[in-house]
């Protein structure tokens, strides 16, 4: 910019002296200084969990919310895209399950409603391919599930570990247990 300002005075001063009238369009064009020279696209905004990924994150975000919701397979989800004109791989979603669902768990569990204060919880045992497990749940007062454990024994530590996590990923408001 400071050289152009330079140019244009340099110009206009040996105009002057010379008293010949200068047409400052030409001097640009012959110079050089109205010709663009090819930029880099600006980067598009976006979120940085998306860098380095060669599909549009609406693309992205459509593929693993049918599969988390509708639970398609992944080559459902292939079949799908191709009817919109989106040639994906079965592996690629498969590997954007994997990498996003946990960020987008994280992301979407801001938005949850809060667990209660006040938890119960069930014990039961089930059969699984002919072994006995013991399934541990708690609910709280709306029946909104706080955390699910399944063992294979029924022991004291199963049932501490149990606890230990429930409390550890849904703290109650004043931090302690009634």
């Given at each position: ?7 244009k ?11 010949v009238p200068?047409d ?7 110079f ?14 976006r ?23 509708y ?11 191709a009817?919109r ?12 399950v994997?990498?996003?669902v946990?960020?987008?768990d994280k ?11 006040s938890w119960?919880?069930?014990?039961t ?5 002919g072994k006995?497990h013991?399934?541990y ?18 022991a004291i ?6 606890f ?5 990923t849904?703290?109650?408001r004043?931090?302690r247990?009634?």
């Amino acid at each position: 910019m400071v050289l152009l300002m330079r140019l244009k005075t340099l110009v206009k001063t040996v105009a002057v002296m010379a008293k010949v009238p200068v047409d400052l369009r030409t001097v640009h064009v012959e110079f050089g200084l109205f010709r663009r020279e090819p930029r880099m696209a600006k980067p598009i905004a976006r979120d940085p969990m998306y860098r380095r990924r060669s599909f549009d994150a609406d693309i992205i975000e459509l593929c693993v919310r049918w599969y988390i919701t509708y639970r398609l397979s992944y080559r459902d989800l292939v079949a799908m895209m191709a009817e919109r004109g989106v040639e994906v791989s079965h592996t690629t979603i498969l590997r954007w399950v994997v990498r996003y669902v946990p960020e987008f768990d994280k992301r979407w569990c801001r938005y949850a409603r809060r667990i209660g204060s006040s938890w119960r919880v069930d014990e039961t045992y089930i059969s699984i391919r002919g072994k006995w497990h013991y399934l541990y749940r708690a609910v709280d007062k709306q029946n909104k599930t706080v955390d699910v454990l399944l063992r294979r024994d029924r022991a004291i530590t199963a049932a501490q570990a149990f606890f230990r996590r429930a409390l550890a990923t849904n703290p109650t408001r004043d931090g302690r247990v009634r």
